[in-house]
């Protein structure tokens, strides 16, 4: 072989090296750039278990304090919510990834809020505190009553009227269906008791009046109570912790899919890498020689 076949072949070399570790560079970055995005996804799905959490929270202050300051950091904090879920829709798309879980995710979160926001206005409807709502008609009506029936020295009305007030408070306390049957027994006996007391027909009005609101604002009251729960699995509260329990299940499918698929990732790089540099290799030595 001449100096100058020898020569022109070692160029020749040396220009495909370059040329290989320029391929190599620009599939090294096409490799490292679209791991870079899929190492992502498991940390945007970790952002929005985050951010349910916070909304978790904001619904429990919100039961314990009736403040709709709590109303409003929950819709914030669900705007949040959104933005990362449709961040994550579009690195999961961009990487060529179904999006049904995504889907799902947002029908739960959507119906998670909409049972919330509904809850919220039940409890508006009852009251927040004993100045406004239910809590406070019914305590206006109540007074009517006591009021009418102390002027006109009716006692065992007023007792009778007290034993409502008993079932009452004890409903609110406890949740439980049981005084409401014992209100509307007891309520039975005062409106009879009521009707046969010796009293002028026009007070006798007012009474009989101001008690069918009472009685009516206590329904009212129960109903709507029913409507958000008796308890943590009934009305609202059991629609909402159904709804948390599948943004929760769908969630952590989402963290161990996108994890797997890092993982994936990870090895189909090594072996792409390994793979061209042991071809380079093979090209190279078949050429020498």
């Known amino acids: 072989m001449s100096f100058k076949s020898i020569k022109r072949k070692k160029v020749f070399v040396a220009v495909l090296v370059l040329a290989s570790i320029g ?44 403040d709709l300051l709590y109303r409003q950091k929950f819709l914030d904090n669900y705007d949040l919510m959104q ?60 007074h009517q009553v006591e009021v009418l029936l102390q002027v006109q020295q009716k006692y065992q009305l007023n007792k009778d009227m007290l034993m409502l007030r008993r079932h009452e408070k004890d409903f609110m306390l406890r949740n439980d269906l049981i005084y409401v049957e014992k209100f509307d027994k007891d309520m039975a006996v005062m409106q009879a008791g009521l009707s046969h007391a010796y009293l002028e027909p026009s007070v006798k009005g007012r009474i009989t009046t101001a008690l069918v609101a009472y009685e009516n604002d206590f329904k009212a009251l129960v109903s ?19 709804s948390i329990h599948q943004v929760e299940d769908t969630l952590h499918e989402l963290h161990r899919e996108t994890l797997l698929l890092v993982d994936n990732a990870g090895s189909s790089t090594i072996m792409q890498i390994l793979a061209f540099s042991v071809a380079l290799i093979l090209f190279i030595v078949a050429f020498i020689r």
């Not at 096409?30 to 929270?57: F, G, W």
Request: glycine share 4%; aromatic share 4%; proline share 1%.
């Open 23 to 66: 391929v190599m560079a620009m599939l090294q970055y096409h490799v490292v750039s679209n791991l870079q995005s899929l190492v992502a996804l498991p940390v945007l799905v970790s952002d929005i278990k985050s951010d349910m959490l916070t909304l978790r929270r904001n619904e429990k202050d919100f039961l314990a304090r009736k």
């Open 83 to 142: 933005r990362n879920l449709q961040i994550l829709t579009l690195e999961l798309q961009e990487n060529d990834i179904k999006d049904t879980k995504t889907n799902q995710l947002a029908e739960n979160l959507d119906s998670y809020k909409e049972k919330f926001l509904a809850l919220v206005e039940l409890q508006k409807k009852i009251g927040f505190n004993h100045q406004d709502g239910l809590y406070v008609s019914l305590r206006n009506a109540i």
């Open 224 to 242: 709507a109570v029913q409507q958000i729960g008796l308890s943590s699995n009934d009305g609202l509260h059991g629609e909402m912790r159904k």
